[in-house]
């Protein structure tokens, strides 16, 4: 007769909750960045609206720049950070090839 051995079930059980758990924090995280740019290209289309409606007067573009600066950091944030790692990725691997290639240089 075969013995079920609960420790593995248990830890099945375990990595089964963990994934559910990695999946439901992806999926949030998407969810606040779909919320994010929504709000963003909302935000973006009123600004718009109103200056057109403000016939393109420039106190208007004063006033809208005065109270929407802010706004600017979304898509810098959005869009530096991994461009940040993308070009420190760069520099590594040039750096590891780099040392490599001094490694094995025999003159």
Known sequence: MATIDFSDVQ???????????????????????????????????TVLAIFWAADGSGEAGILLSATSWFWVGIPLFAIGGPAIYFVRIRRVRAKREQLRRAEWHVE
Do not use: D, Q, Y
């Open 11 to 45: 830890r099945f059980a375990t990595e089964a909750s963990e994934r559910a758990e990695e999946k439901e924090k992806r999926s949030e995280r998407s969810t606040v960045w779909a919320f994010i740019w929504t709000l963003f290209i909302f935000k973006i289309a």
